[in-house]
């Protein structure tokens, strides 16, 4: 399997405290079945002001760790970066860590707050996707807003935004409106990517299999693994 979100790369964001923590936590993502592990740290200026030039320089040191402890697992970067205007700069300035291309267009993590869709997002969303800069949207069935009404998640369905449902929601971790969102966009196969979001070892630990057996059991194993694999692979480019 491939997990293309998580919060593993140390001292970044909210994610692994430090690189002890950080190998833990890759040693269990191959326990669980991971062979290749995106990192995507946050990006959202004020409160993460991380870039891509500083997220490589932090990569460098976990790839030798990772290496030195004999974790078999590859690496690659990302970043999960919050909707605001800023991601326009970036696009323009080639300075987006991307997640990878789908279908000829540079794919992006997006994300957005958990208690709102902010007024406006449709047409950042247009002007990005005219920019060549297709968005993943990370985690909807755990925002607050689109739980009180799936339908708002339409018009970026339509535009063509890509969809990331998080492994622990299928499973029922992260409350009854997420899974029930998170089966419904399973069911009517708007699903794009399952991935962990991991961020530590207790809570939001590396479970991606957690959801892959999960959505399994509802639309089939060969279904849940162009969730976890094939899809992963095509935005990658992994033959």
């Known amino acids: ?13 909210d994610g692994a405290r430090d690189y002890e923590q950080a190998l833990q936590m890759l040693a269990m993502a191959v326990e669980d079945g991971v062979s290749t592990q995106v990192l995507t740290p946050h990006i959202q200026p004020g409160v993460y002001n991380n870039s891509l030039s500083s997220l490589n320089d932090q990569l460098i040191p976990l790839k030798q760790a990772v290496q030195e402890q004999g974790i078999d697992i590859e690496l690659r970067l990302a970043a999960e970066l919050r909707i605001g205007q800023e991601i326009m700069a970036m696009v323009q300035s080639d300075a987006v860590p991307w997640l990878g291309t789908w279908e000829g267009r540079r794919v992006f993590l997006m994300e957005f707050p958990h208690n ?124």
Not at 1 to 13: A, Q
Not at 182 to 196: D, F, H, M, P, Y
């Open 116 to 239: 709102q869709i902010p007024a406006g997002s449709i047409h950042l969303i247009q002007w990005l996707l005219k920019h060549d800069a297709l968005p993943m949207i990370a985690h909807p069935e755990r925002n607050q807003e689109l739980q009180r009404d799936i339908r708002k998640l339409e018009p970026f369905l339509d535009a063509g935004c890509l969809v990331q449902v998080t492994a622990k929601s299928l499973a029922g971790g992260f409350g009854a409106e997420a899974h029930q969102i998170a089966v419904e966009l399973l069911r009517a196969e708007k699903i794009t990517l399952l991935a962990t979001d991991c961020h530590n070892l207790a809570y939001r630990p590396p479970d991606l299999s957690t959801g892959y057996k999960a959505a399994a059991e509802i639309i089939g194993e060969q279904a849940a693994r162009v969730l976890v694999d094939d899809n992963p692979r095509s935005l990658l480019g992994i033959g």
């Open 1 to 13: 399997m491939i997990d293309m979100h998580s919060h593993i790369l140390p001292g970044v964001d």
